[in-house]
């Protein structure tokens, strides 16, 4: 079994910033890949950035220039931090990652998700 626990979420004014934090624990032989998605009332769950684990990252292109990846190895653990926040960015954040638990394919794990209001 493998754990996502998100962190950091909250309420903020436009403009501002948050830093979201997501570590993965248990049965984990290798985290291939770790990244955010984020899920806004009535809409679809769409991406907002993913890091491989060779440093390779992708961001939608709403965020890019405010919110930047980064991630910790060695301690399974992905960030994003969040800088020049808007109302539009109000969604519930969730962690995703590609997770070896043995020699086999990876499994895609995600966690419970942390809310990120944005006022405007």
């Known amino acids: 079994q493998v754990q996502l626990v998100e962190s950091g979420g909250g309420l903020v004014q436009a403009g501002g910033s948050l830093r979201l934090s997501c570590a993965a624990s248990?049965?984990?032989?290798?985290?291939?890949?770790m990244g955010w998605y984020r899920q806004a009332p009535g809409k679809q769950r769409e991406l907002v950035a993913r890091m491989t684990r060779d440093g390779t990252s992708n961001y939608a292109d709403s965020v890019k220039g405010r919110f930047t990846i980064s991630a910790d190895n060695a301690k399974n653990t992905v960030y994003l931090q969040m800088n020049s926040l808007k109302p539009e960015d109000t969604a519930a954040y969730y962690c995703?990652?590609?997770?070896?638990?043995?020699?086999?394919?990876?499994?895609?794990?995600w966690g419970k998700g942390t809310q990120v209001i944005v006022s405007s």
């Open positions: 248990g049965s984990i032989f290798r985290v291939n890949a």
């Open positions: 995703n990652s590609d997770v070896q638990t043995d020699w086999r394919s990876p499994r895609s794990y």
